[in-house]
């Protein structure tokens, strides 16, 4: 088959991070940043489609400061074929909120024409869990959350999704917009010739303001406290 993939990548502080608050944010100054964990899962399974030969082109894109390219690269590490970043230095754990970031893949979408479209279920510093149902709305596309298993035919897809009492199984037809579940895959490990080689691709970068999306806030936090000690 010769489909196209789209994946979202986010940039996120590292899940092994301790999480500090200061001026009534996350302290993001100094801290390991990483892909988002369910992005890296997304990605996984688009590579995956690409040497099953289900798909021909994975594009990763990604959305925010210039630091946003690293895990971009580390994308193409993983085997995407191209990279697209929006640039912006709005923070994207508060200020670009899911429905912005979906009207900016939409934008995307768009342009590159893929068939099918992964982001994972939720980023692990908004807990949204909103951007994939939302950019689906938008493009008016099939839907499959929670995606515990793809199996692409021609132009069907049966997705399994995990659910509260258990996993479910749907069919639907392409295009489509699937979020990745934790147990969709386990991401492999680069290595080190892919990282040196993907430091060589190029990487495709768009202002915010070039799209035309309006990503004003439309919520407004108003605090953020740590836990209690145990």
Not at 100 to 127: C, F, R, T, Y
Request: one cysteine or more; charged letters at 30%.
């Amino acid at each position: 088959m010769s489909l196209r993939v789209l994946v979202g990548v986010k940039r996120v502080v590292d899940y092994a991070q301790k999480i500090r608050v200061a001026k009534n944010a996350v302290d993001i100054a100094n801290v390991k940043m990483s892909m988002n964990p369910f992005c890296e899962i997304a990605m996984e399974e688009a590579v995956r489609m690409k040497e099953n030969k289900v798909a021909k082109e994975v594009i990763a894109v990604s959305i925010g400061p210039k630091q946003s390219q690293e895990v971009l690269r580390g994308a193409l590490a993983l085997g995407a074929d191209r990279a697209v970043h929006i640039k912006t230095d709005m923070r994207t754990d508060t200020e670009l909120q899911p429905l912005a970031v979906a009207k900016l893949l939409k934008h995307v979408v768009d342009k590159e024409s893929p068939d099918i479209v992964i982001v994972g279920k939720q980023s692990i510093d908004g807990d949204n869990n909103q951007t994939g149902q939302m950019l689906a709305g938008l493009l008016d596309w099939s839907q499959g959350t929670f995606a515990s298993e793809i199996k692409v035919e021609d132009k069907n897809v049966t997705v399994t999704r995990e659910v509260d009492g258990g996993a479910q199984t749907l069919s639907m037809s392409l295009p489509a917009v699937f979020t990745a579940d934790l147990r969709l895959n386990v991401p492999r490990y680069t290595k080190l010739p892919d990282i040196m080689k993907a430091r060589k691709k190029k990487i495709d970068e768009l202002d915010i303001e070039e799209t035309g999306v309006d990503v004003t806030p439309r919520l407004t936090v108003e605090s953020v406290t740590e836990p209690p000690p145990r």
